[in-house]
């Protein structure tokens, strides 16, 4: 069972940065794509960076040169770098793991971006 965990959501002032963390768990084979994905108030949720098992990235436009989907040696923790945050970054952020026919969620993490 794979098993996703958010971690690292806050209040930040605009032009601020945050690091989110997702700690990864039951992945068993490879051939996946990570991902962090958000949702803001009144909104669908949208794509914000992936990441191939492979190391091939991908990020919405929005928020190309300002964040960084990265993970740690054995690919057990995902991160979001996120600098020169807008206050339309508001949103809860998900953590996503997409395996063969499977979509995996985390429970998600509060970033609030206001002064």
């Known amino acids: 069972q794979v098993h996703l965990v958010e971690s690292g959501g806050g209040l930040v002032q605009p032009g601020g940065s945050l690091r989110l963390s997702c700690a990864v768990s039951g992945i068993t084979w490879g051939g996946y794509v990570m991902g962090w994905y958000r949702q803001a108030p009144g909104k669908q949720r949208a794509l914000v960076a992936t990441m191939t098992s492979g190391g091939s990235t991908n990020y919405a436009g929005s928020v190309k040169g300002r964040l960084t989907i990265s993970t740690n040696n054995d690919q057990s923790t995902v991160y979001l770098q996120m600098n020169i945050l807008k206050p339309e970054a508001t949103a809860v952020y998900y953590c996503?793991?997409?395996?063969?026919?499977?979509?995996?969620w985390g429970q998600g993490t509060q970033v609030t971006v206001s002064s």
């Open positions: 996503n793991v997409h395996l063969g026919p499977e979509n995996y």
